[in-house]
């Protein structure tokens, strides 16, 4: 099968043996993958012979040996901690959401990695019902999907965006307010998802309401974050949850039952896929690039020509 690889310190397209799955594994024809942030900075450090990628959706191609999980010719959906970037790949069971019919393929792998970190970021925040929810990285991919589900929620949503030109769009899909800076964000909020890190993380922590949470899911900028911890005092047990979505997959916090609520969403039109950027699987690198330069916004989903 064809994948890409790190190859001498580059992704290269290879040609690799079809893997086999374990008892508890479903063998997928790969689709359709998107790509996430987190990627860039797994590719630059991954060794060589590891074949990249989280999010993925397509068809089965064997079902699992012990009988579990959806049958071949299945349409399902999942996030893996590497593999994805291939033809085919090994998923867990217990992990692979099936597809509803009248839902894209291409749409559908958007939402495994975005859709389950929100989905995880609720549950540890408790009831979002008329609670204010601040999201950094609007116009992003998860950004995009945190407004709608917080919205759906019952949440007075604030989306912090540097692309002024898009802040009328995220109003569409449901934003109460959308500022340029977490700076003009008054606040304070009940939940702050937190992507940027650094100084943008602790003006969150700033931020964040009496008895608030600020669940921190990435780090953008690539910086260490300093606060006095007096910003907390007072707060009546505001929290800072560290979310890394695999963690809570591993540990079954959220899963497959979560996902197919999501891919239920997207099939009744309650939530819409930031879908920004199409293009064919052969593309990868240049649309990676794109990515860490921040040419586009929303998700950018690779479909695979045969």
């Not at 942030?37 to 797994?42: A, D, F, L, S, V």
């Not at 912090?160 to 800076?181: F, M």
């Not at 931020?207 to 007096?230: H, K, L, M, P, W």
């Amino acid at each position: 099968m064809k994948a890409w690889a790190k190859q001498n310190g580059t992704l290269q397209q290879i040609e690799v043996p079809v893997p086999t799955p374990g008892t508890d594994q479903v063998l997928v024809r790969v689709a359709a993958t998107s790509l996430n942030r987190g990627e860039i900075r797994t590719v630059a450090r991954a060794a060589d012979g590891v074949i990249p990628g989280w999010d993925i959706a397509g068809t089965v191609e064997t079902a699992a040996r012990n009988g579990k999980g959806p049958a071949k010719g299945a349409r399902v959906a999942a996030m893996v901690s590497a593999g994805a970037w291939a033809e085919f790949v090994c998923v867990p069971a217990a992990q692979a959401a099936v597809v509803p019919d009248s839902v894209d393929l291409a749409v559908a792998a958007t939402l495994p990695i975005a859709g389950l970190t929100i989905v995880r970021a609720f549950d540890v925040a408790g009831s979002l019902l008329g609670k204010s929810f601040l999201v950094t990285g609007g116009s992003g991919g998860v950004g995009q999907f945190a407004i709608q589900l917080g919205v759906h929620a019952g949440a007075i949503v604030t989306a912090i965006s540097s692309r002024k030109p898009q802040h009328d769009a995220l109003k569409k899909l449901g934003a109460h307010g959308v500022v340029e800076s977490i700076d003009h964000a008054a606040g304070p909020f009940d939940l702050i998802l937190e992507s940027v890190g650094g100084a943008s993380l602790a003006s969150a922590i700033a931020r964040v309401a009496r008895g608030g949470t600020v669940v921190t899911i990435g780090n953008s900028s690539e910086q260490d974050t300093t606060f006095n911890a007096r910003t907390l005092y007072g707060k009546g047990g505001a929290s800072i949850y560290g979310l890394l979505i695999f963690e809570e997959v591993d540990s079954q916090r959220v899963g497959a039952r979560e996902l197919e609520r999501l891919l239920a969403m997207v099939a009744n039109g309650t939530l819409i896929a930031p879908i920004d950027v199409r293009r064919t699987w052969t593309e990868l690198p240049s649309v990676l690039t794109d990515l860490e330069r921040s040419a586009y916004s929303g998700k950018a989903v690779l479909t695979f020509d045969r």
